[in-house]
């Protein structure tokens, strides 16, 4: 009954077989061999951008901080919603390799960023002269880290508010293979089409082993996010593993089906849990993260049963067993159906 994060789960067989077969003679360093051309290739394809250029990394938080600094100067500030990951679980990375960018939060609704909050924050009256500093990019999330979803038309109104204010638009795309199974929309749609000028494109989550993308669509921006990749120790010398992850994760869509078995591990969890009374679900989940709260009494049985996800806001341990605690409760591709309908089944035992 594993549901504290979808990275707990295992690589997808068709990723470790493709790890296996990279793993095969020489072949030069530093992403100048053919497998890194034909990940690059395939992942211009799929947001059927070819002018744009491709960094594979390591990690998410690597992707996220390089491309905001790419984007923004250390003197501007980057926009983010308050439950942003780039805002709470990066360790400050985008502003260290900012070089000292400010991250300011934004008014959101479930996650989502509200356009007329985000118009106010650029509002030029706000800003004088240089003791006010200079706005300098929108970061979004999709997926958001609340489980919600953006439309490619709520991306597109949120990025010509900053664009008008001349700044670009970052979509940190950790899950945004479960938002476009979600929405049904196209890779394309979802990223430059609505005005996204860099994204982070995620694999790692959704059954690579530990494969990311930055994907910029101004190829103007690629020289210097070479420089401040390699800067960073993130420029890999064995980048054919990297590529190898990647194109297997593409290859005939398997990134979309993941993300697709995903939501719907989600959606049945979701289900179960609104016939149980006692719990509460907030925001209404549309991917493959879900919020539910319940009382104490029942994440102590559901732990004490093997059930691992984390607490948002207690412990479970200490304080009175009726009051309620919100866990966030999150599926993989992989979460074996009988783990929900066990962790349901508890619960509802619990209930009767
Ligand atoms: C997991 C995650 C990342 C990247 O995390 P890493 O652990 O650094 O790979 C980035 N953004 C969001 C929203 C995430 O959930």
Redesign the pocket.
């Known amino acids: 009954m594993f549901f504290a994060?979808d990275?707990g789960g295992p690589v997808h067989p068709a990723i470790m077989e493709a790890l296996a077969a990279a793993n095969e003679g020489d072949a030069m360093a530093y992403g100048d061999d053919a497998l890194t051309a034909r990940a690059r290739d395939a992942l211009r394809a799929t947001p059927e951008a070819p002018e744009a250029e491709i960094f594979l990394l390591a990690?998410?938080?690597?992707?996220?901080a390089l491309a905001l600094a790419t984007l923004a100067e250390p003197f501007q500030t980057i926009y983010a919603t308050p439950d942003?990951?780039?805002i709470n679980?990066?360790c400050n990375a985008p502003e260290f390799y900012t070089g000292g960018a400010k991250l300011t939060p934004v008014a959101a609704d479930a996650g989502k960023m509200r356009p007329e909050a985000l118009a106010q924050a650029l509002d030029p009256a706000r800003f004088h002269s240089e003791h006010d500093g200079a706005p300098g990019a929108l970061s979004l999330?999709n997926l958001t880290?609340l489980g919600t979803l953006y439309s490619p038309g709520e991306i597109a109104t949120l990025a010509r508010i900053a664009h008008a204010a001349g700044l670009p638009v970052h979509l940190?795309g950790?899950?945004l293979a479960n938002a476009l199974a979600a929405t049904g929309a196209s890779p394309a749609e979802m990223t430059w089409k609505a005005g996204v000028d860099a994204l982070?494109f995620?694999a790692?989550?959704n059954g690579a082993m530990g494969a990311?993308a930055v994907i910029l669509f101004d190829p103007a921006r690629a020289r210097e996010l070479a420089l401040r990749r390699m800067r960073a120790g993130q420029l890999l010398s064995k980048h054919r593993y990297l590529a190898a992850q990647m194109l297997a994760y593409l290859e005939g869509g398997l990134w979309l089906d993941l993300a697709r078995s995903a939501n719907a591990r989600t959606a049945r969890l979701a289900n179960g849990l609104r016939e149980i009374g006692a719990v509460e679900i907030a925001p209404e989940p549309q991917g493959n993260i879900l919020f539910a709260r319940f009382p104490r009494a029942l994440h102590q049985r559901l732990l004490a049963a093997g059930a691992e996800y984390h607490l948002m806001d207690g412990d479970a341990q200490k304080g009175t067993p009726e009051e309620p605690l919100t866990a966030r409760l999150v599926c993989a591709w992989s979460t074996p159906q009988e783990s929900i309908d066990r962790f349901l089944q508890i619960l509802r035992s619990l209930t009767a």
């Not at 990690?59 to 996220?64: D, Q």
């Open positions: 994060s990275n990690s998410g938080t690597a992707a996220n942003a990951h780039v679980h990066e999330t880290e940190d950790a899950r982070s995620g790692t989550k990311e």
